[in-house]
């Protein structure tokens, strides 16, 4: 490499090497700016997800069927009641220890006002293990 020296007497030719240091400079300060913005660019939001599996829910024997027709008719375990009926027995079952499940089983055509208003009935009772049941879907 030959950079100038003091000698005044040469030729004052042009160099004809290419001078690295800019090029490095700069392409330092591109990768201080990619160490730095690469992590920014990570717009996860850390979340537990649902772990889903594809056996088919197997019901206990402490569960309570409750079934929602058409009309609007609730039976529980089968047996047709009246609002008051069902609100007394829900509150007996929230009393037991272990509190049973409560499966719901709504006809597809029912009011939904209907099947809210179990539901709201079993949650002001204190069942807190209510879910509900349906067909898969064929596909």
């Given at each position: 490499m030959a950079f100038g020296d003091f000698n005044r007497q040469q030729n004052s030719a042009p160099m004809?090497?290419?001078?690295?240091?800019?090029?490095?400079?700069?392409?330092?300060?591109?990768?201080?700016?990619?160490?730095?913005?690469?992590?920014?660019?990570?717009?996860?939001?850390?979340?537990?997800?649902?772990?889903?599996?594809?056996?088919?829910?197997?019901?206990?024997?402490?569960?309570?069927?409750?079934?929602?027709?058409?009309?609007?008719?609730?039976?529980?375990?089968?047996?047709?009641?009246?609002?008051?009926?069902?609100?007394?027995?829900?509150?007996?079952?929230?009393?037991?220890?272990?509190?049973?499940?409560?499966?719901?089983?709504?006809?597809?055509?029912?009011?939904?006002?209907?099947?809210?208003?179990?539901?709201?009935?079993?949650?002001?009772?204190?069942?807190?293990?209510?879910?509900?049941?349906?067909?898969?879907?064929?596909?």
């Amino acid at each position: 490499m030959a950079f100038g020296d003091f000698n005044r007497q040469q030729n004052s030719a042009p160099m004809a090497e290419i001078n690295m240091v800019p090029l490095i400079d700069v392409m330092l300060v591109l990768l201080v700016i990619f160490i730095i913005t690469a992590p920014l660019l990570t717009h996860s939001v850390k979340i537990d997800l649902p772990k889903a599996s594809s056996t088919p829910n197997l019901t206990k024997p402490e569960n309570i069927q409750l079934a929602v027709d058409a009309k609007g008719g609730v039976y529980w375990n089968g047996e047709a009641l009246e609002r008051d009926a069902w609100r007394s027995r829900m509150q007996a079952a929230a009393r037991q220890a272990p509190q049973p499940e409560v499966h719901i089983r709504g006809d597809a055509t029912a009011a939904y006002g209907k099947v809210a208003t179990v539901l709201a009935d079993a949650s002001k009772a204190g069942l807190t293990r209510i879910g509900f049941v349906s067909n898969p879907e064929d596909r």
